[in-house]
């Protein structure tokens, strides 16, 4: 074998050995599976000396940028590098302690400290083999950061292309100093070098930590083994094969995984089993930075709902008054993940057990646990992840059952249930097909229904009878088989610069009551692009059996409606820098919303059951902002990225504020009516405290007075208004650590109304509350809904992380 020098850039020539990287990240990153591409990973075609040169690396191909040792074995027709092994291919950079590249059997291997790294996404292992001829490979001690925001930027770029690297002297020894302050010469961040992570955390897998909520009990916290060369790895090191102990005589004994020089192995002053005694997580050097909250994920399991389409809130609330916010469709963008070993079979790869967790810091707080997980990859590119089970950890503490088939950051379960009093007359059972997708990028999602409810008492209330109009209240008659069965439906398709959206439910398919157990909605929306408005669309609107919910008139029905709308937002008054502090008092950025909609519409006329139809046209502008008396200064960070989010996704701030706004609506029929009204609301807000200590820490409250003056009335029960006067309040206070009891209501003080005293709305929440997640269970007085609601943060940071899975504790 001959030795090259150090240092030293060595192209190499073309061979078949194709999609490399691709099968690489298909084994350890999830969300690359969505995106693939042929990367090259080429070995010598002729055998000889790899020779050192500074020549130009062509792009698509596999080169060895540096390495203390390099050389080409003639008789086996392999190549070997090792020591400080980095090699690129388009794009991505490998490090290692050793590379192999075999000729014959076109197969890679690499050992020790490999990382692997291409703009945002980020993954280390301490062993990776991949066969092409064989189509199968193995990574052992996996742990990664994928950003699904810059995935697709990140694939499809090139990074530093091998002509900017032969253009540059780059100083290895300095770009390999554990010093952080290294001098780089004026290089691009892109040669530093990431430091190897070894599993900071232990536990004693005999300990029986966890509480298990299904089935109850308690259960140990799963451990995952150390790499060789991390602390506690002398407890789980496999015996090497017969193959593998033949390589090690040929070219020396495979290196071991471990943190880099200067990098602390000892264990943290406190173990994860013991600190989980005492009420409390260890603290460890996560190795992130600049944590910022970026949106939430949640879902509701609602124990009586009532509409399976969410309810439209009428224009009379104004936004003045206080309700839970509707569910965000958002994602869980960044990830980090870990696994023992992860297996690749063709187009399948495999693995006895993944933990993903949304998390930046290490403990994470939340994490999900899959065991038996297969990926499989179709001809359209598409990938289905299956696992056996799944289980949610929450603070190493409690365990929940979790979904068994997911897309990280999309998740969703299989097997749905609710109750739907409304229109399933009860429990009714769910099955979420696979996605049906449509073109490139629109998708048709379906869920066959089961009223089991319905079935077992043979008889229905949901529906009008034959002569009734389709807004009135249900009547009793007895279910037909057609009842039992129903279907949901939702279209997303993109059409150009469009987007048709669409949403149906079929609480039964018995012909008789068809008309009157459908719902649905469909929009075609076009984004607009206005001068000062952060959003801006304008769109095509119809539906049917819609509900709208009104105050004090509850959720009412309209038959059918089609028409045009035009909506926008603005916010005014912007700060030229947020991050900056700002002397109080001063007032918060203006936001302004406007609508204007012209459409028919089919509902109830006001206190009748009779149908009208009439066209109705509308504007409506609203504006709010908060005159703050007085803020506070958020906890230093600065030498704890940790500081203020222990029970937060962002860092409470606290301060006294009055919210106020303004509202106009003018509404025309075609009856000659017409409604006006100027609605002034506001109150006080204020914070107490940071949420940072474990008791009584943060205290919100907010509440305001809205007066509403009325010109004309509208003939439609959905948008009369009926609340001219309310006192609306919402309130928070924490309990003790993370638990906090929130409530909120809307009243009607309206002397002269019929309404007077009525609550509009009400609803009280008990939450457990933490930067990665919060689950409450909640429930509304008002319209008798209640539920468990689970909500993800999603977070940007800087930086890799450390592994978050516990290594066996060492004895």
């Known amino acids: 074998m001959d030795l090259a020098g150090n240092s030293h850039r060595v192209p190499l020539g073309k061979s078949p050995l194709k999609r490399l990287a691709h099968q690489l990240l298909t084994a350890a990153c999830l969300s690359v599976l969505f995106a693939p591409e042929a990367l090259a990973g080429d070995i010598p075609s002729q055998p000889g000396a790899v020779k050192a040169s500074s020549s130009v690396i062509p792009a698509p191909n596999f080169a060895v940028i540096k390495a203390d040792q390099q050389g080409y074995d003639q008789q086996l027709g392999r190549f070997v590098a090792t020591g400080n092994v980095e090699a690129r291919f388009n794009g991505w950079r490998l490090l290692a302690d050793r590379v192999e590249m075999a000729e014959a059997s076109r197969s890679v291997y690499a050992s020790g400290q490999i990382r692997l790294t291409k703009g ?9 083999r991949y066969s092409e001829l064989e189509g199968s490979g193995e990574l052992d001690d996996v742990y990664g950061v994928i950003e699904q925001d810059t995935l697709a930027r990140d694939i ?239 603070d190493g503490k409690i365990s929940l059952p979790a979904i068994t088939n997911t897309t990280i950051g999309a998740e969703e379960a299989r097997l749905a249930f609710d109750t739907d009093k409304k229109d399933r007359d009860g429990f009714f059972l769910g099955y979420n097909l696979e996605l049906i997708k449509l073109g490139q990028r629109g998708s048709l999602r379906l869920q066959p229904q089961l009223n089991l409810q319905r079935a077992i008492e043979g008889r229905t209330s949901s529906y009008a009878l034959p002569g009734q109009n389709l807004a009135s209240p249900g009547s009793e008659q007895t279910a037909k088989l057609g009842d039992t069965f129903g279907l949901l439906a939702a279209l997303n398709l993109p059409i150009g610069w469009l987007s048709l959206n669409a949403e149906a439910s079929l609480s039964t398919f018995n012909p008789d009551n068809f008309k009157a157990g459908t719902r649905s909605t469909t929009s075609l929306t076009a984004p607009l692009s206005l001068p000062g408005h952060s959003s801006a669309n304008a769109s095509l609107f119809g539906s049917y059996r819609e509900r709208i919910y009104n105050g004090s008139l509850g959720l009412q029905t309209v038959v059918y409606s089609y028409g045009a709308n035009l909506a926008g937002n603005a916010l005014l008054n912007q700060y030229k820098n947020p991050e900056t502090s700002r002397k109080s008092p001063f007032f918060a950025p203006v936001n302004l919303n406007w609508a204007v909609q012209s459409g028919s519409y089919q509902a109830e006329l006001f206190e009748t059951d009779t149908l009208d139809t009439l066209w109705r046209s509308y ?36 301060g006294l504020g009055i919210n106020f706004g303004a509202s106009g609506y003018a509404a025309t029929y075609s009856d000659g009516a017409n409604q006006n009204t100027l609605t002034l609301w506001g109150g006080p807000s204020f914070t107490l405290g940071q949420f940072d200590r474990p008791v009584f820490d943060y205290t919100r409250f907010s509440a305001s007075i809205a007066g509403t003056f009325l010109n004309g009335a509208s003939p439609f029960g959905f948008d009369r208004t009926v609340d001219l006067r309310t006192l609306s309040f919402q309130a928070a206070q924490q309990i003790y650590g993370p638990i906090v009891l929130e409530a909120g209501a809307t009243f009607n003080i309206d002397d002269g109304s019929e309404f007077y005293g009525d609550a509009s709305y009400s609803y009280v929440e008990l939450k457990l509350q933490r930067r990665s997640y919060e689950v409450g269970v909640y429930y509304s007085p008002y319209d008798g809904i209640g539920g468990i609601r689970v909500k993800l943060n999603d977070f940007n940071f800087t930086g890799s992380g450390t592994p978050f899975v516990p290594r066996p504790r060492s004895r």
């Not at 008396?629 to 960070?637: E, V």
């Open 120 to 128: 945002d996404q980020y993954l280390q292992a301490s062993r990776l």
């Open 156 to 394: 499809n770029s090139q990074g530093v292309t091998s002509k900017e690297i032969s253009s540059k002297e780059v100083n290895f020894k300095e770009v390999n100093s554990p010093d952080p302050n290294a001098k780089t010469n004026g290089q691009p961040s892109d040669f530093s070098q990431p430091a190897f992570a070894c599993p900071p955390l232990s536990a004693d897998p005999a300990n029986r930590t966890l509480v298990r909520v299904l089935p109850p009990g308690r259960s140990s916290l799963p451990t995952m083994p150390a790499p060789a060369g991390c602390p506690g790895s002398e407890l789980s090191t496999p015996a090497l094969s017969l193959s593998r102990a033949l390589e090690s005589v040929a070219f020396g004994p495979p290196q071991a995984g471990g943190p880099q020089q200067g990098q602390s192995t000892q264990n943290p002053s406190i173990s994860t089993t013991k600190a989980l005694e005492i009420g409390q997580l260890p603290e460890v050097d996560s190795k992130v930075s600049d944590v910022a909250f970026q949106q939430s994920w949640s879902i509701r399991l609602k124990l009586d709902l009532a509409a399976v389409i969410d309810t439209t809130d009428s224009l009379n609330s104004k936004g003045q008054d206080y309700r839970p916010p509707k569910d965000k469709k958002g994602t869980i963008s960044r990830i980090r993940f870990q696994g023992a070993q992860i297996q690749i079979r063709g187009n399948r790869w495999t693995a006895e057990q993944l933990a993903f967790t949304n998390d930046p810091f290490t403990p994470a707080a939340s994490w999900i646990l899959a065991h038996k997980v297969v990926a499989v990859m179709d001809g359209r590119g598409a990938t289905r992840i299956n696992s056996r089970s799944t289980q949610i950890l929450l």
């Open 619 to 654: 504007a409506n502008l609203a504006a709010s902002t908060t005159l703050q008396l007085w803020q506070g200064s958020a906890l230093d960070a600065s030498e704890d990225p940790k500081r203020g989010l222990r029970y937060a996704p962002v860092p409470v701030v606290p």
